[in-house]
């Protein structure tokens, strides 16, 4: 199995990044390369080693339960190998053996075969389960995508998150993760909001992830069915294709 410390290597991580770029099935992993200004470590797993056909990123960070990204180049799937470097992948990082909670992210086929492992071969019970969608763009799209205006209604102004809105939107919004580490992602990361202009209160919010992902759009009930949501992230969208 080949493996890849990202940031001990800058330019294995510039090389790969530039192969992930190009490759929609990967796409999910070059969006957790970007840059962050707080400490984690990332490293990268493939296997076969000579010519790779499954990649599992692994995202490491004070605080927060490690992540482990896993993404398949090309269309031809085997069940059997990808377990062989499921397996692999375990033995490499003693994972399983030092942490209690790891959060899992991969395509629908490959996430049931981490969940069956995980159940027969070890303590470790499968959790809490959330679907999402990946979509990329084309070069011609980002640009039509950034020509787009973005509006919102009467009473209503775009903003920027700040550290000060951490807690009440973590509350508001029932985040599972935890609240620092939440406001370290509002501090370093790029995200987007609306807010209510007579009282400057939080009504909208989007935040990009560590992994790159865009999951955590909010809005207040009362003020939803008014297009906010689909505004954050087009406007969180336009600031990360800049």
């Keep these: 199995m080949m493996v890849i410390d990202t940031y001990a290597n800058p330019q294995a991580r510039k090389d790969v ?5 190009t490759n929609p099935n990967l796409l999910v992993l070059y969006g957790a390369l970007c840059p962050v ?3 984690r470590e990332v490293r990268l797993y493939a296997y076969p080693s000579e010519s790779p056909t499954y990649w599992f990123l ?3 960070q004070k605080g927060w339960t490690p992540m482990v990204i896993a993404a398949q180049q090309g269309d031809s799937y085997d069940a059997t190998t990808f377990l062989l ?3 692999l992948f375990f033995e490499e990082t003693h994972l399983l053996k030092n942490e209690i909670d790891i959060e899992f992210g991969a395509e629908s086929h490959m996430m049931h075969e981490i969940a069956k492992y995980l159940v027969e071969s070890t303590n470790l019970q499968a959790g809490l389960r959330r679907e999402h969608y990946v979509f990329y763009m084309t070069p011609d799209q980002m640009q039509n995508a950034q020509k787009v205006e973005c509006a919102v209604p009467y009473g209503y102004e775009i903003s920027d998150l700040t550290t000060d809105d951490a807690e009440k939107i973590h509350v508001a919004s029932e985040s599972k993760e935890p609240l620092e580490t ?3 992602r509002i501090q370093s990361l790029p995200s987007s909001c609306i807010r209510q202009t007579s009282s400057s ?3 909208s919010h989007e935040l990009r992830s560590h992994c790159g992902a865009m999951v955590d759009q909010y809005t207040v009930p009362e003020h939803r069915r008014q297009g906010l949501g689909q505004t954050v992230e087009m406007i969180l969208a336009q600031k990360i294709m800049r």
């Design 17 to 21: 990044g530039n192969m992930f770029e």
């Design 37 to 39: 200004r707080y400490q």
């Design 58 to 60: 692994l995202n490491r």
């Design 85 to 87: 470097a499921l397996k």
């Design 182 to 184: 939440f406001r370290k």
């Design 201 to 203: 209160r939080v009504i």
